[in-house]
């Protein structure tokens, strides 16, 4: 298979942090959304510093500066977003719909992958 540039959103994540180092362990050019929401989270910023230095690139943008999200997504060909739930699941869908919107707009994507929960109960 072919190399990409991938974007993991929610990159500093349970799943998220995986989904990063396999992306690079495949050699793929693995690209981190830093959001600046963060602030000083020590452990996020440690985080994201050793994505870094393991070779990935960060790209700033904000789920509220769609302008930053579209720019982010015009530097790849797949997202993989693996954004929690937060609180309210309906809170991340609305932040999903804004990804979305950002990607159709950068007009570039070739694959867009979510990690969601699982809604189907299991019975
Ligand atoms: N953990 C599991 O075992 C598991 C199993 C099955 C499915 N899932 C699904 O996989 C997805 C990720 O789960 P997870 O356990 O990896 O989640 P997590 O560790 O709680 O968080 C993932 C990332 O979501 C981002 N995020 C949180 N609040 C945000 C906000 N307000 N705006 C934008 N980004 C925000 C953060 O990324 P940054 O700070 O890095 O931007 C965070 O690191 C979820 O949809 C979950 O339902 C998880």
Do not use: W
């Not at 959304?33 to 989270?41: A, H, N, V």
């Not at 070779?55 to 769609?66: C, I, K, N, T, Y």
């Amino acid at each position: 298979m072919g190399k990409s540039k991938v974007l993991v959103v929610g990159g500093t994540g349970y799943i998220g942090k995986r989904i990063v180092k396999a992306s690079l362990a495949q050699g793929h050019t693995t690209y981190v959304l830093q959001r600046p929401e963060i602030g000083l989270d020590i452990d996020k910023l440690q985080m994201l510093l050793s994505f870094k230095e393991q070779g990935a690139r960060l790209v700033e943008a904000s789920f509220s500066d769609h302008r930053s999200l579209v720019e982010a997504v015009k530097e790849v060909d797949v997202v993989i977003c693996t954004m929690s739930g937060v609180h309210f699941r309906s809170h991340n869908i609305l932040l999903q719909l804004k990804l979305i919107e950002a990607i159709k707009e950068a007009g570039n994507i070739k694959v867009l992958l979510f990690i969601v929960q699982n809604s189907i109960p299991c019975t």
